[in-house]
């Protein structure tokens, strides 16, 4: 069963309202905007980077020079 536009958005609201307790919401807005800058970040540097050592016993010792 497919889940209404309105009813995930009001569930959202209701969730967020619990965690924030009796936070104001100008507080709690630096709370959500710190998440969502870390999975930024987190998805941004997602891919994983290959060290030049390994780089190098990929291609072989023959060409190292």
Do not use: H, N
Not at 11 to 24: H, I
Not at 42 to 53: E, F
């Amino acid at each position: 069963m497919a889940i209404k536009k309105s009813d995930l958005y009001s569930s959202l609201w209701a969730s967020c309202d619990e965690l924030r307790g009796g936070m104001d919401a100008s507080q709690y807005k630096d709370y959500v905007l710190f998440m969502l800058f870390i999975k930024y970040i987190s998805d941004k540097y997602a891919t994983p980077m290959i060290s030049p050592r390994r780089s190098l016993f990929r291609r072989g010792p023959a060409s190292r020079t």
